[in-house]
């Protein structure tokens, strides 16, 4: 078990490293930023020399413009190892921490109160698709959700945007809570937080619930025709130990193994839904970093992004070989292979004997 956790923090790592690296070089080479910019402004004024204009540009921005690119990522790579992302280029003096410490909050808030709202009403719809599904009801949701996760998120966005906040004025159109109200622990603050949140959580609820239902559907009617069910039926027991112990157990797990991997898609699955609500959460300065050139905090999110995405898999991949410890122990799975086909085989001979 050891040479198992071992072995997947050191692949852990190794991703995460890989993913940063072909990041800093790939936003490199995008046309333009902002410390071009300054420079080109500079020129056009006159009256310096280049050397001053580098000297200008490194006191606001806190770069060299033209430090070449292998020691600029040397210096980045052992300042991020150090808790140092630097300063965001388009707004000189502001850390890239400080900006991801105030817009994570807000994602974590959104896009984890619609994982768990969308989850829990997937897996309910599943399961009545699945124990009734030869029922009309079954074959209308079946049409419902299958439509409702073929549709884009930021379309659903739009659609919202444009009849609760353009022509009917129900709910805010931009922000995470009322300018007039002052951010802290109080009933008036949680209420605005609360109500500038619906549309963004509406927008990925509607879109999202539907993939849970259709994955819930599908396991459980598999589970329920496999033969271990059946036998434990053939023994007598109850419907309800059945259903507990047996189907609902094997079809839950690979479930709940889908949502710790949606885990670590939170801080970027809802880039567009924050762009265009105006939420100030990480996909929302994303963006923004995206059209400025800004490649500090560019950095900085997908640095937090695969780091979240990578640490759910790696949590995943230590629970799995507490559920099944064949998994961290390949002999196990040979054996219980082996024991599968035997049963099977002698199945096949009962069945010939009758």
Sequence with gaps: MRQYVVKRLVMAFAIVYFVVSLSFFMIRLMPGNPMSALEAQLQKQGGMSPEEIQQRVQAIYGLTPNEPLGRQYVDYIWNALHGDLGNSISDPGESVVHVIANAAPWTIFIVGSSLVISFVAGI?????????????????????????????????????LYLLTDVHHYFPISGAYSVNITPGFSLGFVGSALYHAILPIAAFVITSFGAWSLSMKGTAVSVLGSEYVRAAESRGLSPRRVAQSYVGRNSLLPQVTGLALSVGFLFGGSVFIEFYFSYPGLGYYLINSINSRDYSVMMGCFLLITSSVVLANFVVDLVYPAIDPRIARPGLARRAEEQKESAEETAVVAKAGV
């Design 124 to 160: 309910a719809i599943g399961a009545l698709m699945a124990a009734f599904q030869n029922s009309a009801f079954a074959k209308v949701m079946t049409f419902v959700v299958s439509f409702l996760s073929a549709v884009p998120n930021y379309l659903v966005a739009i659609v919202l």
